[in-house]
């Protein structure tokens, strides 16, 4: 028998999808490769989507953080990392006393602000809890600004989602890359000759164009998608693989040689029992800038403070530096000599450093960031062109256009909940944000069921309008929401987007100002699916989809645009 | 890109005029058989070869790290391997051959066999 | 400054690259290149996209070099794509 027929109905006999009863045509590598590249991407298709348009937004995550804590104020210049360590550690002293671990990340440019975690008693059997706070480096004292999640929501979503126990959730998103991969290496396979007619695709109009759109996002970025994808499941490898641990690791000893090649987290070891003051952390973060240079402290982990035993570790942060492998100094935490310095790992673990670094994306310049920001983008396009084509292509073939069966009815409707549902319910967030009353208990979990809140509804508007209503709509609210952000921030704050250009604060005005340009692309989209609408309606014409002549505005406009 | 195939079943006429839902049934077990084979064949070689790596003369910490790595390259190899082949039984052999070699390496790391290497 | 140089070359060496394809040439100048003309622009899109990994990687080392220089092939490569489109659609 030839290669699989991959279509759920067919009898061995059938040779395409139709259920013609002929003898079978051998279906060739190409062809499989094509079917599974199908599956592979639809299945799984919305989710992949969002991880995608989460992860794009989160190379901003902290400029996003800054947006949303508007009562920090934009600071020019920072205090000295040493002295802000210095100060942040008298405060934990006071609000975590007798704790046996506390972790600081020192603000930078990006991110103005401290933050600490440090452990509590676990309660009802868990095995460890944590307290986290923001703190201002100024002063060293807790933050005052209201609650909120910041861009680290988007962050988390991407690799974790939300409202599932953290591990299922990573888990979900592991077998989403796992089918992201393979539809890469199928699309791969199928379309062969990619190299060879790099610039040669069929860029007519008519349903091409979609097939166009979604090949050149596909091919152009192929280095990153393969690479983004790769390196996402490389982060949680411990989680997906355990097995090399489990077989080859015998001892506690060996268990922290591991971790300490990957990641620089102090285990607190057992505590002598004997109280001493700790040694000043200002004066060991000087010696780590000593050593690496001003600004590249980037943690500071102490156990067991206050106590004989005491160990403090700094560890240098990723900026400059493409891998992500830990490099830290440990010191004892009463006398301040430096006791050990972790410089450099083995070689497979500079290789999960180098591709952890690549996914994040933290090591380079603005501009980088940006590449990688256009780049990822271009990949949400490439997902959503994949799912939106998925129905163009059905759509010619449906018995009766007017009654689709349930299958294209489901994948059209999941299409609009994700591709106009969600951008719409992310700019939701920036509004609660604005708005929710700054007292209002658990505040920052309101933010985050406001977004969950609205892609249902959107999801609802979705199922029971009209479908090219429904796109419209929804494209046309999220870009008013966009729209209007720098207007509600205005209202609402005393950091209008005017005065934020004034004084420099890119990272505030940043926001806004990339806001109106995606509202500027959902309204595109929203004026593609309603111009075709036009020309659909016109009688006697057959329902061919497609993508009336226009100049080709902007990258992801030309190619998310809808029927 | 030739897509003949619809995923979702306009075959309800098929159905109906074939020979019933057993014919139905035992055309859809070979793409079951394949999905499982993939899905979860594949992840089980995948492990495999993350295990039988630390077999080799290197360092354990470094092939502990480097499996892991590796593991995912294999899981989507075999994935691709499964449907490209002509038959599900095809793809469960190919699938065995290649775990054949690396039993007995796994079976020896998991068992405790110390370390080639320090680690 | 090394970003913009290198992607604006990188820009020019697709457009050169495109244009030693006969489909490019006959939507752009409506004619095809004689052999010597479309070798020289393969020749010289090459040298351009060679031209700016040594640029990026004089600029920022191998390691950081590499992934810029990855980012600009990726963006100027779709501006060309783009490019090509828009202009085919103006046309027709």
Not at chain 1, 252 to 278: D, V
Not at chain 1, 432 to 438: E, S, V, Y
Not at chain 1, 459 to 469: D, G, Y
Not at chain 3, 18 to 39: C, F, G, H, K, P
Request: charged share 15%; aromatic share 8%.
């Amino acid at each position: 028998m030839s290669a699989p027929d991959l279509s759920p109905h067919a009898t061995p006999d059938a040779a395409s999808g139709t259920g013609a009863r002929v003898p079978a045509a051998p279906r060739g590598l190409r062809q499989t490769m094509s079917d599974l590249h199908i599956w592979t991407g639809l299945l799984l298709g919305w989710l992949l989507f969002a991880m995608f348009l989460t992860g794009t937004v989160s190379y901003f995550k902290e400029e996003l953080s800054q947006w949303m804590r508007p009562e920090i104020a934009h600071q020019a210049d920072r205090p000295e990392a040493a002295v802000v360590a210095g100060r942040i550690a008298k405060t934990l002293e006071t609000i975590a006393p007798g704790t046996t671990q506390w972790s600081l990340r020192l603000p930078d440019e990006r991110h103005p602000i401290a933050n600490a975690f440090w452990r509590v008693p676990p309660k009802d059997g868990a095995k460890r809890a944590f307290k986290d706070a923001n703190f201002d480096p100024r002063t060293g004292l807790k933050v005052a600004a209201r609650e909120t999640p910041g861009g680290e929501f988007f962050y988390r979503f991407h690799f974790q989602f939300h409202y599932l126990p953290v591990a299922w959730g990573r888990w979900l998103a592991g077998l989403a890359a796992m089918f992201m991969l393979v539809a890469i290496v199928s699309g791969v396979i199928t379309h062969k000759k990619i190299f060879t007619d790099f610039f040669t695709f069929r860029w007519g109009k008519g349903q091409r164009s979609w097939l166009d759109a979604h090949n050149a996002l596909s091919v152009f970025g192929l280095p990153f998608h393969l690479m983004i994808t790769y390196t996402g499941l490389v982060t949680l490898m411990t989680l997906y693989m355990p097995w090399p641990e489990m077989a080859g690791i015998e001892s506690p000893a060996m268990k922290r040689q591991l971790t300490s090649e990957m990641n620089a987290f102090l285990q607190p070891a057992k505590p002598s029992g004997e109280a001493a003051p700790l040694a000043s952390i200002e004066a060991m973060v000087r010696e780590a800038e000593r050593r690496w240079g001003p600004g590249s402290v980037a943690r500071v982990t102490a156990a067991n403070p206050g106590d004989a035993a005491a160990r403090v570790a700094i560890a240098r942060g990723e900026g400059g530096r493409l891998s992500m492998s830990p490099q830290y100094l440990l010191f004892d935490g009463v006398s301040g000599r430096v006791v050990e310095e972790k410089q450099g790992v083995g070689a497979a673990a500079e290789t999960r450093g180098v591709m952890y670094g690549l996914h994040l994306g933290r090591f380079g310049d603005g501009a980088t960031r940006w590449l990688y920001f256009l780049v990822s983008l271009a990949g949400t396009a490439m997902v959503g062109t994949g799912l939106v084509m998925w129905t163009v292509k059905r759509r010619q073939k449906l018995a009766d256009p007017e009654r689709p069966h349930l299958g294209f009815r489901i994948v059209e409707r999941l299409n609009i909940a994700a591709i106009a549902g969600l951008p719409l319910a992310m700019a939701a967030m920036l509004w609660a944000n604005r708005l929710l009353p700054l007292d209002l208990a658990r505040r920052g979990e309101w933010e985050i069921h406001v977004v969950f809140i609205v892609w249902a509804l959107a999801l609802a508007h979705a199922v029971l309008r009209p479908p090219r209503r429904a796109w419209i709509e929804l494209f046309v609210l999220g870009a008013a929401a966009l729209a209007l952000l720098p207007v509600l921030n205005a209202l609402t704050t005393d950091r209008p987007l005017w005065r934020s250009l004034a004084q420099g604060d890119w990272a505030f005005a940043g926001v806004e100002l990339v806001g109106l340009a995606f509202a500027a692309l959902l309204a595109g989209l929203a004026r593609r699916v309603a111009r075709h609408r036009s020309k659909a309606a016109r009688p006697g014409r057959a329902r061919a989809i497609g993508t009336p002549a226009r100049p080709a505005a902007d990258t992801a406009a030309a190619v998310e645009g809808a029927r | 890109m030739n897509v003949t195939v619809s995923p979702t079943p306009s075959a309800r006429r098929v159905g109906a005029s074939s020979a019933g839902g057993l014919a139905r049934l035992r055309a859809v077990l070979p793409l079951i058989s394949r999905i499982v084979a993939a899905v979860g064949g594949g992840y089980a070689l995948a492990a495999l070869a993350s295990v039988a790596v630390l077999a080799l003369p290197v360092s354990r910490i470094q092939a502990v790290i480097g499996g892991m790595l590796g593991s995912f390259a294999v899981y989507a190899a075999a994935v691709v391997w499964v449907f490209a082949v002509r038959s599900a039984t095809r793809a469960w052999i190919g699938l065995l051959v290649a775990a054949l070699p690396l039993l007995p390496l796994a079976w020896s790391v998991w068992h405790g066999a110390a370390p080639a290497v320090s680690p | 400054m090394t970003h913009v140089a290198s992607l604006l070359i990188c820009v020019g060496a697709f457009a050169a690259l495109a244009m030693a394809t006969e489909r490019a040439q006959q939507d752009v100048l409506e004619r095809t290149l004689s052999r010597d003309a479309t070798r020289a622009l393969r020749i010289i899109g090459w040298a351009l996209l060679l031209t700016s990994l040594a640029i990026v990687v004089g600029a920022q080392g191998w390691g950081l070099g590499l992934v810029s220089y990855s980012g600009h092939t990726s963006v100027a490569a779709g501006l060309v794509f783009l490019g090509l489109i828009a202009r085919q659609r103006r046309k027709g």
